[in-house]
């Protein structure tokens, strides 16, 4: 078990971000979930992961607003004393194709998916780098490895984390802090539930679209059961990227 460790999981109040946040409770971790507006999801997580019999909050803030951001998280520090684990799950989808996308379309999903990793990131390493030890996760996507039409957006954003991750796991290291990503493929969650699965499934050669555990038990994984691990893009994507 592993008693005493912290986490903050973004976007942590349904979908991957909530599955993640149980795994970890499950191993003992205390939990902060963070989520955007969806007041009712989150409570029933807090109830979800106190049921573990670990500590649990939830913040409502806007990942993509740095000052809500760095709010937060001294609210955060002051309540649980450190975060040892970072997981920056929090996304947005506003697909089009890239002749018809709107800035904001654009805007919106780089800065809630690429540039709130920086605005949680920043504070979060900080206090790592004084701990001398952390593990952060990035949800990437295999949008980011492979590109997706329709979604330019989200391919550069995801792209970015990807970079993100490697460079910050180079120069995290020497502090013991360990940065890697995962790479989920089609994910059964409210953001893919207007995708037609059927004809993606053929396209999986594992035949099966993954669940929100599946890519869990890998963010648990680089988490908490390696520490010699980092840099690291893992796809959880039933071979669709291979
Ligand atoms: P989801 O079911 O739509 O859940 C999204 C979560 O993010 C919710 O907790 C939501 O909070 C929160 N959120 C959204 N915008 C936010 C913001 N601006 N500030 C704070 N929280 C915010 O999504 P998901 O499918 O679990 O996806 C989670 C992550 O995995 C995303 O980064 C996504 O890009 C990535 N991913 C998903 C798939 C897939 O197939 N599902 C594949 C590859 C990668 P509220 O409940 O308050 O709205």
Redesign the pocket.
């Known amino acids: 078990m592993q008693e005493n460790k912290v986490a903050l999981v973004?976007?942590?109040?349904?979908?991957?971000?909530r599955a993640c946040a149980l795994k970890l409770a499950e191993a003992g971790v205390n939990v902060v979930i963070?989520?955007?507006?969806?007041d009712e999801?989150?409570e029933k997580t807090v109830k979800d992961i106190e049921a573990f019999g670990v500590k649990a909050a939830k913040k409502k803030?806007?990942?993509?607003d740095k000052e809500a951001v760095d709010t937060a998280i001294k609210e955060i520090v002051e309540e649980f004393g450190k975060i040892d684990i970072l997981v920056n799950?929090?996304?947005?989808?506003r697909d089009g194709l890239f002749m018809r996308m709107s800035d904001t379309q654009w805007l919106d999903v780089i800065n809630?998916?690429l540039n709130?990793a920086y605005f949680v990131t920043n504070p979060v390493s900080k206090l790592m780098i004084k701990q001398r030890s952390g593990a952060i996760i990035n949800?990437a996507?295999?949008s980011g490895i492979y590109g997706n039409a329709g979604q330019a957006n989200y391919s550069t954003a995801k792209a970015g984390l990807i970079g993100f991750t490697k460079a910050l796991a180079k120069e995290l290291a020497s502090r013991n802090i360990r940065v890697n990503a995962v790479a989920?493929?089609?994910?059964q969650?409210?953001?893919?539930k207007d995708l037609p699965m059927d004809a993606i499934v053929e396209r999986i050669p594992l035949k099966k679209l993954g669940n929100?555990e599946d890519v869990a038990a890998a963010v648990k994984f680089l988490a908490l059961d390696t520490d010699y691990i980092t840099g690291q893009v893992l796809s959880v994507d039933g071979g669709l990227v291979i």
């Open positions: 973004t976007g942590g109040s349904r979908g991957i971000g963070n989520y955007a507006g969806n999801a989150a803030f806007n990942v993509a799950n929090a996304g947005i989808t809630t998916n709130s949800m996507s295999i989920p493929g089609f994910i969650t409210d953001m893919t929100p």
